[in-house]
């Protein structure tokens, strides 16, 4: 069975940095955009960055500088590193993927478009 678990979580002052894990099992998604979208209470999930299976990687302009994604795609693995965190308040940090076999380039910023989720990494930032 498709398996994606997040870990990494945790609470952190504003300016310091987390490092987000997220571990696939059950089947190769070796042609799978990855992505991260964390959802804040009485929020909807948003997009903040995701990488291609082809390595290629997208981030929201709100984390753009701060934030940076790779894979592993022989150990099953999504990593996104954090750095300069904001004052946000929490957020559950949810792992996505979505099979794009002839789009080796594409991640969709839309959540709709994955197939497959994580159980959430919670993430505080006090506000």
């Known amino acids: 069975q498709e398996q994606l678990v997040e870990s990494g979580g945790g609470l952190v002052q504003a300016g310091g940095s987390l490092r987000l894990s997220c571990a696939a099992s059950?089947?190769?998604?070796?042609?799978?955009?990855m992505a991260w979208f964390p959802q804040a209470p009485g929020k909807e999930r948003e997009f903040v960055g995701g990488?291609?299976?082809?390595?290629?990687?997208y981030y929201a302009d709100s984390v753009k500088g701060r934030f940076a994604i790779s894979r592993d795609n022989a150990d099953n693995e999504l990593v996104q590193q954090m750095n300069s965190l904001k004052r946000e308040g929490p957020a559950l940090y949810y792992c996505a993927a979505c099979h794009l076999r002839h789009n080796p380039g594409d991640v969709p910023v839309n959540a709709h478009g994955y197939s497959y989720w994580g159980q959430g990494t919670q993430v505080t930032v006090p506000s």
């Open positions: 990488i291609s299976w082809s390595g290629r990687t």
């Open positions: 059950g089947r190769t998604f070796m042609t799978y955009a």
